[in-house]
């Protein structure tokens, strides 16, 4: 499957596992893993101003720091159609020819002058092996991509697991979306603001994206550096990194370095506070 497959999801994920994490530094114990929900966590929590979301901020980096990461998607395949499949209700289904096969068989070997039955069994059977060969195949194939993101195949149906994927790749280029909009948008306001300047005491509008906080760009380039270092490896914890994106929504994030500077510690903001999620 292509999503076991794709080195750039996977580089993806990574990236989502340290920005979780880093968030987390000054809290409790780091995270090594994190289930498949959380990709819609990171939808949902949004900024105060509820433009932004962890995922516009996520997306900022991997331009930034990580672009052979963006095109990402082109790696996944068919995820709107395999999770529009019952791999449940198909395996039934071949079950129950399987079973009336079989049935068949026997009422052969107590008519096995029957022209009918011996045509049927001769052109089906063949057919009827190899339906159930791809019915295990596949079985087996979704167990595998299924543990490989540490998900239960029996609780995690297809119809539940690839949606993830989907929501997450729409999610991503609609965040990609804004963030061009948004650039646009800066682009315009300070051309406007150049057009003005010879007018003292008037001020182009500008837009709400057009300049970033400071408090923004200093966690963007703390979040970069710290990313450039190597990965440590934790084992005696083993934090949900959905928890650790659900208590950023009840109380913001706090530098470490701050209280050095200035003797307190001043809630920092993740861009536009991600203290919020919609209700």
């Not at 791809?134 to 239960?152: H, L, M, R, S």
């Not at 150049?194 to 200093?218: I, L």
Request: with cysteine.
């Amino acid at each position: 499957m292509s999503i076991k497959s794709s080195e750039k999801l996977r580089g993806i994920l990574e990236l989502v596992l340290a920005f979780g994490n880093y968030m987390n530094s000054s809290k409790r114990g780091s995270a090594y893993g994190f289930r498949l929900q959380s990709l819609d966590v990171l939808l949902e929590t949004k900024s105060t101003d509820r433009r932004q979301t962890l995922l516009h901020y996520l997306v900022r980096v991997i331009r930034d720091r990580y672009p052979p990461l963006s095109d990402f998607h082109t790696e996944l395949h068919f995820l709107d159609k395999a999770g529009a499949v019952s791999l449940d209700a198909l395996l039934a289904d071949m079950r129950c020819l399987q079973a009336g096969m079989e049935l068949t068989q026997k009422e052969f070997l107590k008519q096995d002058d029957s022209a009918v039955l011996k045509d049927f069994l001769k052109s089906n059977m063949e057919v009827m092996g190899r339906l159930a060969a791809d019915g295990k195949t596949a079985q087996e194939a979704y167990d595998v991509a299924v543990g490989y993101f540490g998900e239960n195949s029996k609780s995690t149906p297809p119809t539940s697991f690839f949606p993830i994927f989907l929501r997450f790749v729409r999610a991503y280029k609609k965040a990609e979306e804004d963030l061009d909009l948004w650039k646009k948008q800066e682009a315009a306001a300070a051309a406007a603001s150049e057009e003005k300047a010879g007018s003292p005491g008037k001020q182009p509008p500008q837009s709400p994206a057009a300049a970033p906080p400071r408090v923004q760009m200093n966690l963007m380039a703390e979040l970069n550096k710290k990313l450039k270092k190597e990965p440590r490896v934790y084992e005696e914890e083993n934090w949900a990194i959905e928890d650790i994106i659900t208590d950023l929504r009840n109380q913001p994030y706090r530098r470490t370095d701050a209280g050095r500077r200035s003797g307190k510690k001043p809630p920092v903001a993740l861009p536009g506070s991600a203290q919020d999620s919609p209700a």
